[in-house]
């Protein structure tokens, strides 16, 4: 973060050609020139993954205005600045000409006479997009300006893949001052309403709507056009649709704020992951769901399950869990009480996805809600008992305990399918996903000669996963006054983790393999899924030391992150987008896990590796996996040839990073908020402000000494918080002399 003056800076960037702008549900994707049409065939307005304008272009006397600028003053809104028409000859003053005449175009408009101020922004199943032109010239001038429009209600997998799966006629009608259009499906009766305003008579027809516009020097027009996208499955008042977005916004005007004093890059930074988190909510179904997030866009901007728990838990420290909690009841009301092989059904599974186009919709793909995925119902567990630390309230747990029980009761009946003690995947469905683990790309699971391993498979961190969600409901369920089922739960825990530690351990790496084939033998890859383990707690303690030494060799470590894969595998590929990449998600995962077992330097340097990362790319954003290439040998790391940008969990991963290296372990049900920062040089201070922990919210500052040592004070609180100085409780060569010391010191 702090770099000399003098020290080249390299710059990254992915889908720089691509704009969104998005709130809830309704996402525009346009050209970087604000266009949507077919020469970027996702660009669009989509309503609930629909497209509902599949063209959308502004236009003076029926041409395309030049591009000047375009930026996102907010996460809803797009801007753009045009000139028209441009210059078509040039001779001097750089890109400008070289005369002092003026020349005009076909039509008589000068050179640059127009400037145009264009700004798109979108609001639940709305669009409006607002046209200013102002005459620069010295001459009064004459001209129509507008929009070309036009729908095909593909779904969003169709566009982006620009293939149609579902068809149907399109009609459009003008009606009065309007354009209505229609699809003519008898099953997708989607409609979308667009109407024009401007200073003169406006020409209306199925496609297009212009006015004639006539202006004196520096004279300024206005035009806009209002898009209202239908949706018979889910209809919003106006009313309706503002209850959404006010709530929306005071939970982001909740949010704990973060400030970084000495460093204003890693402040940017955070704010910028918060701001993206705080844009995320789906807004969709019950009022208790509405914060649950989406994915990311422009490629999902839909509800998954286990994205939405990961990003909860992992930037809880922002909102103490509202986010999380919301996501809990969204997939607790979906869980799954059936055996249905299409979407991969089992009684107790909870969603890995939940799509609402057309091909969804229609039951042309199982996506109307897919259960083929293992961390989702694992990670409900963990990010249930994650809730309850921040917030302490019982009746939390009250509210999500069925759905918890019931995912455990499924980990052990259809989960083991074969009884062995370990949790193996295999898809039932005609469409289904294959690796239903963290990396659910087909080919992703892969033998030490490059071959797919075939399912059904046991993978590493799917083990990790279950191994804490049992030791996590032992807690909870003890809290509860289960007793006889929490000590059940820790004993099978702490069975599950003497098996795997036998079954999974590699000797000569120093390390445990990637997962269990269909017979049961050892998949000996060398992948990131390990930085999981080690999260989880599943790892042998006397084994700890040597699996993170060998986490950080140079065929894992490439400097910007953790990698999939590594380099030395048969099958490594830094662009693909499991066998070689690095995903900023898992690799903040790691940064906790390193923190809770006490390898702080390790935790900071990856931690680091990350921030570096974010500031590395375009906006302060880690595309959703970057490349694998090593920081020593190239400038950048790459990037995955489709790389989703923004991407919700890896807006997640630096608050994560920061709560690591932070040290916060929050014991909200005892009033208690552990901390122990290791503050590196280069995060010199900070201070969160509106901190949530339980019913307290409180104002507490981090600093660092020259000589290294970190230290803490509280601000202010405005209930019973303790604060206390104490390392992590599982963490290495920490004896009790030096945990007393920091409770002591600590202690406000």
Known sequence: MRRSPCAAVAE????????????????????SAGECGPEDPLTGLYVREVRHLRTLRFEINGESPWLCEWSRPARDELAFVFVHPELAQFGGGGSGASGDEVTRDARGLPHRGLDVRLRCRVTLDRLQATAIVTNRSRSAVAFSAGWAFEADYADLLEAEEDRRQQTAPVSASVEGDAVHIRYGHDRLPFETLVRGTGPGRAEVTERRWTCAVELAPREVATLSLEVEARDPDRPLTDAERAERMQHQQQWRASLTHITVPGNPEVEHLLGRAAEDLASFPHLEGERDEWLALQAGVPLYPAFFGRDALTAGWQAALLDSGAMLDAALTRLGRMQSDRVLDWRDEEPGRIPYQVRTGPLARLGLNPYSAYYADFASPLMYVIALANLFAWTGDKAVLDRH??????????????????????????TKSSMGTKNQGWKDSGDAIVYDD????????????????????????????????????????????????????????????????????????????VTSNVGHCIATGIISRDRLDRVVERLFAPDLFSGWGIRTLSTRHAAYDPLSYHRGTVW???????????????????AVRLARALFDLAALYTGGRIPETVGGYSREDHPTPGAYPRSNT?????????????????????????????????????????????????????????????????????????????????PPPEALHVGPGRRLRALLAGAH
Request: proline letters at 5%.
């Open 401 to 426: 305990w069925d759905a918890a029980r019931r995912i455990l009761d499924w980990a052990r009946s259809d989960g083991d399918r074969d009884h062995d003690g370990y949790l193996e995947y295999a």
């Open 646 to 726: 923004p991407q919700t969990w890896n807006a997640s991963a630096l608050p994560l990073c920061l709560h690591a290296i932070l040290g916060l372990l929050p014991y909200a049900g005892l009033n208690v908020l552990a901390v122990d920062p290791v503050l590196p040089e280069w995060l010199p201070a900070v201070e969160l402000q509106g901190l949530r922990v339980g019913r307290t919210t409180a104002a507490i500052r981090f600093w660092r000494e020259s000589d290294g040592r970190s230290h803490v004070r509280v601000l202010g609180k405005d209930g019973p918080l303790h604060v206390i100085r104490q």
């Open 584 to 602: 900023a998600v898992e690799n903040a995962t790691t940064c906790f896990g390193l923190r809770r077992f006490g390898f702080d330097a390790e």
């Open 12 to 31: 990254a960037a992915v889908r720089l050609g691509t704009a969104c702008a998005w709130r809830g549900a309704t996402l525009l994707v346009t050209t």
């Open 450 to 525: 490059g071959r797919p391993v075939p399912d059904p498979i046991a993978t590493c961190e799917i083990q990790g996963y279950w191994y804490t969600a049992q030791q996590l409901m032992a807690v909870l369920a003890w809290v509860k006054g289960e007793r006889v089922w929490a000590r059940e739960l820790w004993r099978a825990a702490r069975d599950l983790k003497r098996r795997f530690n036998r079954d999974f351990w590699m000797e000569q790496e120093g390390f445990y393999g990637l997962a269990l084939d269909p017979d049961k033998r050892l998949v000996e890859a």
